[in-house]
């Protein structure tokens, strides 16, 4: 049984959920962070000395394995559990894959954070107006970015669903999760079709359709 620790309003834990939905593992989650705490006890600290969620238990004796950091979570659960089907074994298509991992943690996720927690987290009269226009002049042309390389591809790696497609994914959740009434996103028809269809997926029910909090 895989265990994974994480509130559902987390980015971080809605890949993960995914990912263990996708590939039809058994799986209990436990609620840690944010309203429910846990993470500053000495027990979390044990699994993830960052006091942050996801972390998750896999296995059991030799073959346990212990894991924080959302994007190496997914990674490894594909690499275990899924045949090679999400976790491509040819090494060009999984550099290919991990590439656009990278880019979502290190690019995508920079960019976009702030407008995310100023429009759904902060108060209207503390939200620090110049947070959110950084965040959205550095995140729309990363979504452009992201619409031209799915005008050619159904998914960012080709023709199949790989690991690469639930960061991006759960990035995209958000980003057009932002309030209507504060946030017109431009039109990003290939992104918008590539979404529509992650959303479809069985896998990804009680993640992609959540409301953001
Ligand atoms: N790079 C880490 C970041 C983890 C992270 O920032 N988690 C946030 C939630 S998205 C967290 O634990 N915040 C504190 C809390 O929820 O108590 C990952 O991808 O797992």
Redo the contacts with the bound molecule.
């Keep these: 049984m895989l265990n994974i620790w994480g509130?559902i309003s987390?980015?971080?834990v809605r890949k993960v959920v995914w990912c263990a939905q996708e590939l039809g593992l058994d799986f209990q989650r436990t609620e840690a962070?944010?309203k429910f705490g846990v993470?500053q006890t000495p027990e979390y600290l044990a699994l993830n000395p960052n006091a942050?969620?996801?972390v998750i238990d896999d296995g059991e004796g030799a073959e346990r394995v212990v894991l924080?950091?959302?994007?190496v979570i997914v990674r490894y659960l594909c690499a275990r559990h899924s045949h090679g089907k999400l976790y491509p074994i040819d090494l060009p298509a999984r550099f290919d894959a991990e590439r656009w991992m990278d880019w979502q943690?290190t690019t995508m996720n920079k960019a976009s954070g702030g407008a995310f927690v100023q429009w759904v987290r902060v108060p209207a009269a503390e939200r620090n107006d110049a947070a959110i226009a950084a965040s959205v002049h550095a995140t729309e042309p990363l979504f452009a970015l992201l619409d031209a390389h799915l005008a050619t591809r159904p998914f960012l790696c080709g023709d199949q669903f790989t690991m690469a497609d639930i960061p991006l994914g759960c990035e995209a959740h958000r980003w057009f999760g932002l309030p209507a009434t504060e946030y017109t996103r431009p039109a990003w028809p290939n992104v918008e079709r590539w979404f529509a269809d992650l959303k479809a997926r069985a896998g990804a029910r009680g993640v992609l359709d959540l409301a953001l909090e």
């Design positions: 509130r987390s980015i971080n962070g944010g993470v942050m969620v996801p924080w950091e959302s994007n943690q």
